[in-house]
């Protein structure tokens, strides 16, 4: 999609949002008028403009994408959330689900009884199934597997047994597979059989009697081929094989690297099992960098931005309360230089400079940390050489910046001795930043935590503490 289109679509997305907005808003102000009237609540649902606002807003709900809607639902607070997916017709609420965000999508199933959380289950493939799975109850999945067929079973049973972030957890099962010892012009008559052809279709998978992969078929390869030609003769070795068992993060680079649509998934006997598509590797991809995002910030989870303050507040706690010790730890810091601060009052101006700059330079390097684990590129060969490499880069900020401030600082106090103190405490704090900024996520990724969750807390935590004991220790050391 072009800038144009995307920067469209937004702006469809917002006109669709204010719309919306306006016919909720028309009906909480019929709502209000009628109870001032005192009418009784029957009256109030066969007000005739009650209906129409709700007809209206029906309507319009019925001409979005599903994904549309579910933005809509994300950003609406609970009471019109619910009004809006009760309007939301029946055969849609699946797909609907499986947009939404994890936070949303929990009130929305709250809000539906069993029997319409099966109807809305059963319009779905088995992989979507597994998806919602995680937030269903007991008894909806049960008769939702009642509800398929044997072979659908054991597709379900197999997508739910993958861990999360797993190529298995990405899979699908809808695929078009074909002989290697048949024509083209049979393959071109198979197809035309079909009602229609998976989502995200680009190449047709070659397989024996047994299932097991033999090649692929790109959809091009079948239409400008001679009809009479086998299929062996034009296929081509697949390049890609994914393995269930593999992170998800394999499938993401390998549809980065190799420009996919679509890649064939086998298991440890090269039998073929599914595929991944582009459009789960997008999603895959969103969702991770949402997360990071999250994790980055100090946030547990995903939030619902209209979740109630109870819930909001809790999922906030855990590293604000690390935050709250890792402050008093800065604090203590400074209270043992507390007879230097008196006798010089300029440090105490200075001093958040040292330990911000070292904040800012940890973030940075723990963000291209995380970025580089996650693309695969960093492991125990390379570790030292990159470490070697951060510090190197921190040296050198920190005498061109050290001895930019140092000057100021001088100039300020009239005091060459504080700007070299300067310049030396910026410097050293950049190194430690520079080091746990590499360490930390390392140290993480070794312990099998996110490396990702709550990096920046604690590096701003260690560049605090350690800026301040650098700057206030070298200054009672040389100055007080």
């Given at each position: 999609?072009?800038?144009?289109?995307?920067?469209?679509?937004?702006?469809?997305?917002?006109?669709?949002?204010?719309?919306?907005?306006?016919?909720?808003?028309?009906?909480?102000?019929?709502?209000?008028?009628?109870?001032?009237?005192?009418?009784?609540?029957?009256?109030?649902?066969?007000?005739?403009?009650?209906?129409?606002?709700?007809?209206?807003?029906?309507?319009?709900?019925?001409?979005?994408?599903?994904?549309?809607?579910?933005?809509?639902?994300?950003?609406?607070?609970?009471?019109?959330?619910?009004?809006?997916?009760?309007?939301?017709?029946?055969?849609?609420?699946?797909?609907?689900?499986?947009?939404?965000?994890?936070?949303?999508?929990?009130?929305?199933?709250?809000?539906?009884?069993?029997?319409?959380?099966?109807?809305?289950?059963?319009?779905?493939?088995?992989?979507?199934?597994?998806?919602?799975?995680?937030?269903?109850?007991?008894?909806?999945?049960?008769?939702?597997?009642?509800?398929?067929?044997?072979?659908?079973?054991?597709?379900?049973?197999?997508?739910?047994?993958?861990?999360?972030?797993?190529?298995?957890?990405?899979?699908?099962?809808?695929?078009?597979?074909?002989?290697?010892?048949?024509?083209?012009?049979?393959?071109?008559?198979?197809?035309?059989?079909?009602?229609?052809?998976?989502?995200?279709?680009?190449?047709?998978?070659?397989?024996?009697?047994?299932?097991?992969?033999?090649?692929?078929?790109?959809?091009?390869?079948?239409?400008?081929?001679?009809?009479?030609?086998?299929?062996?003769?034009?296929?081509?070795?697949?390049?890609?094989?994914?393995?269930?068992?593999?992170?998800?993060?394999?499938?993401?680079?390998?549809?980065?690297?190799?420009?996919?649509?679509?890649?064939?998934?086998?298991?440890?006997?090269?039998?073929?099992?599914?595929?991944?598509?582009?459009?789960?590797?997008?999603?895959?991809?969103?969702?991770?960098?949402?997360?990071?995002?999250?994790?980055?910030?100090?946030?547990?989870?995903?939030?619902?931005?209209?979740?109630?303050?109870?819930?909001?507040?809790?999922?906030?706690?855990?590293?604000?309360?690390?935050?709250?010790?890792?402050?008093?730890?800065?604090?203590?810091?400074?209270?043992?230089?507390?007879?230097?601060?008196?006798?010089?009052?300029?440090?105490?101006?200075?001093?958040?400079?040292?330990?911000?700059?070292?904040?800012?330079?940890?973030?940075?390097?723990?963000?291209?940390?995380?970025?580089?684990?996650?693309?695969?590129?960093?492991?125990?060969?390379?570790?030292?050489?990159?470490l070697t490499k951060e510090i190197a880069i921190s040296l050198l900020n920190g005498l061109v910046w050290g001895t930019i401030?140092?000057?100021?600082?001088?100039?300020?106090?009239?005091?060459?001795?504080?700007?070299?103190?300067?310049?030396?405490?910026?410097?050293?704090?950049?190194?430690?930043?520079?080091?746990?900024?590499?360490?930390?996520?390392?140290?993480?990724?070794?312990?099998?935590?996110?490396?990702?969750?709550?990096?920046?807390?604690?590096?701003?935590?260690?560049?605090?503490?350690?800026?301040?004991?650098?700057?206030?220790?070298?200054?009672?050391?040389?100055?007080?």
């Amino acid at each position: 999609m072009s800038e144009v289109e995307e920067a469209k679509s937004t702006g469809s997305v917002q006109e669709s949002l204010q719309e919306v907005l306006a016919l909720l808003s028309k009906h909480r102000i019929v709502e209000q008028l009628v109870h001032k009237q005192d009418m009784r609540k029957h009256e109030l649902v066969e007000s005739l403009v009650h209906k129409q606002n709700l007809a209206e807003l029906r309507k319009k709900l019925d001409t979005l994408h599903p994904a549309d809607v579910a933005y809509i639902l994300e950003a609406l607070p609970l009471e019109d959330r619910l009004i809006v997916w009760s309007l939301v017709r029946a055969e849609r609420d699946g797909e609907i689900l499986l947009e939404v965000s994890d936070a949303v999508r929990e009130t929305l199933i709250a809000d539906m009884n069993p029997e319409e959380l099966v109807a809305a289950t059963g319009q779905l493939d088995t992989d979507e199934i597994a998806d919602l799975a995680p937030d269903l109850p007991e008894e909806v999945i049960e008769d939702v597997f009642e509800a398929l067929s044997t072979e659908e079973r054991e597709q379900l049973r197999a997508a739910m047994s993958y861990v999360e972030d797993s190529v298995g957890a990405l899979m699908d099962f809808e695929m078009v597979t074909v002989r290697e010892d048949v024509t083209l012009e049979v393959v071109l008559r198979y197809l035309r059989r079909l009602d229609e052809l998976p989502d995200h279709t680009d190449q047709l998978f070659v397989v024996d009697r047994a299932e097991f992969l033999k090649g692929i078929l790109p959809l091009g390869k079948v239409l400008v081929n001679d009809p009479d030609r086998l299929v062996s003769e034009v296929m081509i070795p697949d390049r890609v094989r994914l393995e269930p068992g593999q992170k998800a993060e394999t499938a993401a680079q390998a549809f980065e690297r190799y420009d996919l649509v679509s890649a064939p998934v086998v298991d440890e006997r090269g039998k073929l099992i599914g595929r991944v598509t582009v459009a789960a590797v997008v999603d895959y991809i969103r969702e991770e960098s949402e997360s990071e995002m999250l994790n980055l910030g100090g946030l547990r989870e995903e939030e619902d931005i209209f979740a109630s303050v109870w819930k909001s507040a809790k999922n906030r706690w855990m590293w604000l309360a690390v935050n709250l010790v890792t402050a008093f730890i800065a604090s203590r810091v400074i209270g043992l230089f507390e007879g230097s601060i008196q006798k010089l009052v300029a440090l105490a101006a200075l001093m958040p400079i040292v330990a911000g700059i070292g904040g800012n330079s940890g973030n940075q390097t723990i963000t291209m940390i995380v970025r580089a684990m996650a693309l695969g590129q960093i492991h125990r060969a390379n570790a030292k050489a990159l470490l070697t490499k951060e510090i190197a880069i921190s040296l050198l900020n920190g005498l061109v910046w050290g001895t930019i401030f140092g000057f100021f600082a001088t100039m300020l106090y009239h005091s060459l001795s504080l700007g070299l103190v300067m310049m030396a405490a910026m410097t050293l704090n950049l190194v430690v930043a520079a080091t746990f900024g590499v360490f930390i996520p390392m140290l993480m990724h070794r312990l099998g935590r996110d490396p990702a969750v709550g990096s920046s807390v604690l590096i701003t935590a260690i560049t605090d503490s350690g800026g301040f004991f650098i700057f206030l220790g070298l200054a009672t050391l040389f100055l007080v």
